[in-house]
């Protein structure tokens, strides 16, 4: 199974205590080198200019790929920018570009990007939540623009929700976003009543819901929209924060329970996209419950 990365995405330096740290990614690089001996490690390709311009503004590409910050600065109170950052982010945004051509020209079926930083924060206009670039946006528009898709489902278990990919898609027909995520929690979005064009459906769920909660909620609900929507192509936010023993957010979950999830996403695409899924990290910021996630969700992910 290919598998995306870039020791750029190592280089993006967020600063001493950040929890969006480079440990991150390499815990979860550790993880799959020793986990498993045969995937494919390919390096990940800088996304062009017109590839990020299909999602974002011109005003941000300028304010991450033009400022050359001689040290890490500040954008928000959460997001970073380094003098490595540029070239992590457009290699980020580049590897799901790249794992969209592979698995849509039948090379595989499969594909996973380990990079950072992560991205489903970013709006089109703003990068937010330590997010610099929105990596699976930029993935989802180009199978839009570039192959012609017609239909891209985007499945988000992050346990923050990702409201700079619903805002970017949420007048798109042709994506369809779903999420589960914690509520109350950043960004204080995704709530129920928040639909888009019909195209978005978020199942919020309460601190503490632990493992019966949360599959409840996907197979009730989340994975028979996937169903119903017959996605050419479906693009993870593969966010390991719901695990229990995350510093950031509550829900309680195990590893097992993102190993669920993967192969009935997995069943999905077999059933409606000949196969066809990209996944791509997004959040989790405990090393431990990152390497155990990893190995559940890549495993899942290669049967």
Do not use: K
Request: proline share 6%; net charge negative.
């Amino acid at each position: 199974m290919p598998v995306f990365t870039h020791a750029a995405c190592l280089a993006h330096d967020t600063g001493s205590g950040h929890a969006e740290r480079p440990q991150r990614l390499g815990a979860v690089i550790e993880a799959l080198r020793n986990g498993f001996d045969d995937l494919d490690w390919r390096e990940a390709p800088r996304a062009g200019r017109g590839e990020l311009l299909r999602v974002h503004d011109e005003s941000l590409l300028t304010a991450v790929l033009e400022a050359h910050p001689a040290q890490p600065v500040a954008l928000d109170p959460d997001t970073v920018l380094s003098p490595q950052s540029a070239e992590a982010a457009l290699r980020a945004a580049g590897a799901g570009v790249a794992a969209v051509d592979l698995v849509l020209s039948g090379e595989a079926p499969v594909a996973f990007c380990a990079v950072r930083p992560p991205g489903h924060h970013a709006t089109a206009h703003a990068a937010m939540g330590f997010c610099l670039f929105n990596n699976v946006a930029v993935a989802a528009a180009h199978a839009l623009e570039r192959h012609g898709l017609a239909r891209v489902a985007i499945a988000d278990f992050d346990v923050h929700h990702g409201n700079g990919t619903q805002a970017i898609f949420d007048a798109e027909p042709r994506v369809h976003y779903l999420s589960s995520h914690q509520m109350p929690l950043y960004p204080d979005t995704g709530h129920v009543h928040e639909r888009g064009a019909g195209n978005v459906l978020n199942v919020p769920l309460p601190p503490g819901t632990g493992s019966r909660g949360f599959r409840a909620a996907w197979e009730d609900r989340l994975l028979p929209a996937i169903d119903a929507f017959r996605p050419q192509l479906l693009l993870v936010s593969a966010g390991f924060d719901a695990h229990w023993r995350d510093p950031l957010a509550q829900l309680q979950l195990e590893a097992d329970d993102f190993a669920w999830l993967t192969v009935e996403l997995r069943r999905l695409a077999d059933a409606h996209a000949h196969g066809r899924l990209v996944s791509t990290l997004e959040g989790g910021y405990d090393l431990q419950a990152l390497r155990e996630c990893a190995l559940a969700h890549v495993g899942a992910l290669r049967d």
